[in-house]
Each structure stands twice: as structure tokens, then as C-alpha cells.
């Protein structure tokens, strides 16, 4: 068998591990696969509510018109639609970087059950035992968290659609599912959930208690929000080349940060860390 195969087995078997502790636990598995879900209703309402009770004229007298000034600059296209469709496209076009907290939230919750289960029963030592590296090991542990957060987050965008078409927005679709959406959803969703769950198993390598990697892998909300804000007030819109120069900077994170966890996180550290 090649190097490159023997890799592949080891990281599988790490995340074949993963999955098995995490989906043997009802509760575990309920919550991880509900909180998607949470996260798109309550996106819906905010929308909802928004649109019902505050309307364009809202802008004018908020830090908001500037934000919407600087989309309609952006998106010439949308400046055919009536004042209040515009607003409904200004909002609905935040949802994909605010679908970014589903893998964010979610990895928290995917560390916390992972890393409470091993130290009960105490499953990590033979799984050291084996062959695998410390990176295969870091890497097979962020990707049995990544690959179904990110089939749920993609799941949660398109019962979002036709959430917003039973509202009645289906004809605003056209002008927010663009080329911003798709790079959004087909690979920056990926690399910050590959970030968010790195974040998360380095901080339980490192912490006594699950809390610990709670904080770390928290951190990735806080980018999410301030992307979120800064489009919001107009200090920023991402059109494609920014998004791209994103994307490209999350990979190079990743890379960078999955370097920094082998250097800092040796076998025999983690099995002292971990009893």
C-alpha cells in the first residue's frame, strides 16, 4: 500500500472514530443536527420581522441607508426593484455569510461532545497506539466535524429558499442567489468550517475541560459577525474578487494552522494533557 493510501486509511479511521462517538449519542446527535436548523429559523424571523414592521423608510434614519447605498452601488441591478424589494434583497443577500455561524456554532458542540467522550472513556490512548500522526489525527478529527456541517449547511440554504418563496420573495431569488452566493457557499463555507472544528479540537487537545475548547473555536464567530456588520453599515461589500482573496486567506489559515498544532501539540503531550 502507497504512503498516500496509508494516509487516507489512518485519517478515516479518525474520523470514522469521531463519527461513532458523536452519532451513538442521541442527545449529542439531535443537538448537532437541529442547531442548523435553529439558526435558519431564527434568520427567517429576524427577516420577517424586519420586513413587516421596520420597511425601507427605516433606513434613512439609521446607520443601515448607508449600508443599502453602498449594495445598490454594488448591485446596479436590483435598482429597478421597488424601495421595499430592494430591502428585502439587501437583506436576504446576508444570509449566506451569516449561514457561516452553522459550522462555527455547531463545532463548539461537535468538540465539546467529542472531547467529553473520549475522557469518560478514555478512547484515545489505543487510538495513539496506532500508526497514525499527529497531523492525520488533527486533520481526521476537523474533518469528521466539517463534512456533515457542511452538507447540513447547504440542506439549511435551500429549505431557506423555499422558506422565502412561501413568504412570497421567490422572485427576489434571481437577484440574491449570484456568483457572491455560490463562491460563499461552495468554498468559503468549507475552509471556515475546516478552520472553526481545527480550532475546536486544538483548544480540547490543550484544555482540561471542555470548556476550554469551547473558547477557542468560539473565536471563528467573531470574523463572521464583524463580515455581517461591516456589509450591513457599508464599510465593506464583498463582491467576487474580495470573497476570493477571503477564500484564499482561510486556506492559507488553515494550512497554517494545522502546521502550528503539530508542532504544538506532539503525541506524547496530548496523551499527558488527555488522562
Known amino acids: 500500500m502507497s504512503r498516500g493510501n496509508s494516509t487516507q486509511k489512518r485519517i478515516a479511521n479518525v474520523m470514522r472514530k469521531e463519527w461513532k462517538v458523536i452519532f451513538s449519542d442521541l442527545n449529542s446527535s439531535l443537538f448537532v443536527s437541529v442547531l442548523p436548523f435553529v439558526i435558519m429559523i431564527q434568520a427567517v424571523v429576524i427577516l420577517y420581522l424586519v420586513s413587516r414592521f421596520a420597511g425601507p423608510a427605516a433606513l434613512q434614519n439609521t446607520i443601515l441607508r448607508e449600508g443599502m447605498e453602498a449594495w445598490l452601488q454594488t448591485f446596479p441591478e436590483i435598482a429597478q426593484l421597488s424601495a421595499a424589494e430592494q430591502f428585502q434583497v439587501f437583506f436576504v443577500g446576508q444570509i449566506p455569510y451569516y449561514f457561516l455561524l452553522i459550522p462555527a456554532m455547531t463545532a463548539v458542540s461537535f468538540a465539546t461532545f467529542s472531547i467529553v467522550e473520549e475522557k469518560q472513556t478514555k478512547t484515545l490512548e ?50 440574491v442567489v449570484n456568483r457572491q452566493w455560490i463562491i460563499s457557499l461552495v468554498i468559503l463555507v ?69 502546521k502550528a498544532a503539530v508542532g504544538l501539540f506532539q503525541r506524547e503531550s496530548i496523551v499527558i494533557r488527555w488522562r
Open 126 to 175: 489505543p487510538l495513539l497506539a496506532t500508526p497514525v500522526r499527529t497531523w492525520e489525527l488533527l486533520l481526521g478529527k476537523s474533518l469528521a466535524g466539517l463534512l456533515p456541517s457542511l452538507i447540513l449547511t447547504w440542506i439549511v440554504t435551500g429549505c431557506f429558499l423555499v422558506v422565502i418563496t412561501a413568504l412570497g420573495w421567490g422572485n427576489l431569488i434571481q437577484y
Open 190 to 258: 468549507p475552509l471556515v468550517s475546516l478552520l472553526a472544528f481545527m480550532l475546536g479540537v486544538i483548544g480540547s487537545s490543550r484544555s482540561s475541560d471542555p470548556k476550554g475548547a469551547q473558547n477557542l473555536a468560539v473565536i471563528i464567530v467573531l470574523p463572521v459577525v464583524a463580515i455581517i456588520i461591516m456589509q450591513l453599515v457599508g464599510a465593506a461589500v464583498l463582491v467576487t474578487s474580495t470573497l476570493l482573496f477571503l477564500c484564499g486567506g482561510a486556506a492559507i489559515l488553515d494550512i497554517v494552522l494545522l
